[in-house]
């Protein structure tokens, strides 16, 4: 099967992507990498009128190296987050958590934006930003207006962004220096959406001690206080936490994010420095 036939746009600036998004009244779709909309489409789960083409964009192509944080333009692959052309906040986690990311075909056409507009469960990037406490920064008619990424979706495939709105940049903090952290991702083999995330980010010099469980069904639930969690493991103490994000107890569901978030614990606990 094949999409139905749509136009396409290559508009010169982002605030012409965002007139063609308000004049398209909801039957718009913004198109980067294309890895999720392009078989989607293909499947007909989405029947867009008009792509509006953003790759290309030099405001979605930015990137600024601030004293504090690294903002990265929402068109940034994930081949150059793996590669390390862009500037890293994190100490490494998202070069680690970028060479997961399905396959290296995918990765170099797969955008930040993108994944986090999306908006799968499963996917790494709507969790690695709650864990970063990231900005998403969008841009629509009346402006630019910035969301959490602690509350950017607001359930599976579901989001703040607007019709007439789009990504336009992701501001993330910058770690310290003595930062720690594990990312742990439990798939059948590689390349796959995950079923369970979890992820840890041990920051002092910050006041950070959080953690994330991911790979549920909807946003990922955060852990703004896991001290207890990063301190002395015990499978009682994420109880609590695991029914919180949903998970039924008891259920394959809750033993595959508790079997995750007990071995992002250990790869915490082992490491001096950034999860190998």
């Known amino acids: 099967m094949k999409s139905i036939a749509f136009d396409y746009q290559l508009p010169p600036t982002a605030?012409?992507?965002?007139r063609l998004l308000k004049a398209g009244d909801g039957m718009g779709k913004v198109v980067a990498g294309s890895q999720s909309l392009g078989p989607m489409m293909n499947l007909r789960l989405v029947q867009p009128e008009q792509l509006v083409d953003v790759r290309r964009l030099p405001e979605l192509n930015q990137v600024q190296d601030l004293a504090d944080s690294v903002v990265l333009g929402a068109a940034t692959t994930h081949a150059a987050i793996e590669d390390g052309r862009v500037p890293d906040a994190s100490a490494g986690l998202m070069p680690f958590v970028a060479r997961g990311i399905a396959y290296r075909a995918v990765r170099n056409r797969g955008t930040l934006g993108g994944s986090l507009a999306h908006a799968d469960p499963a996917a790494d990037w709507v969790n690695v930003m709650a864990l970063l406490d990231a900005d998403i920064m969008l841009l629509g008619p009346e402006g630019e207006r910035t969301v959490k990424a602690d509350g950017f979706m607001l359930g599976a495939f579901t989001t703040h962004l607007a019709e007439d709105e789009l990504i336009r940049a992701v501001r993330i903090p910058k770690v310290s220096s003595a930062a720690r952290w594990s990312y742990y991702k439990f798939n059948r083999k590689t390349g796959e959406f995950a079923e369970a995330i979890a992820a840890f980010m041990d920051d002092p010099a910050r006041g950070v001690r959080r953690a994330i469980i991911g790979a549920v069904d909807g946003p990922p639930l955060v852990i703004e206080q896991a001290g207890a969690l990063i301190d002395g493991w015990d499978d009682e103490l994420a109880k609590p936490w695991l029914l919180a994000a949903g998970i039924e107890a008891d259920s394959y569901d809750y033993h595959t994010h508790l079997v995750a978030l007990r071995?992002?614990?250990?790869?915490?606990?082992?490491?001096?420095?950034?999860?190998?």
């Open 15 to 18: 605030a012409d992507a965002v």
């Open 263 to 276: 071995r992002a614990a250990q790869q915490l606990s082992r490491l001096p420095g950034a999860s190998l």
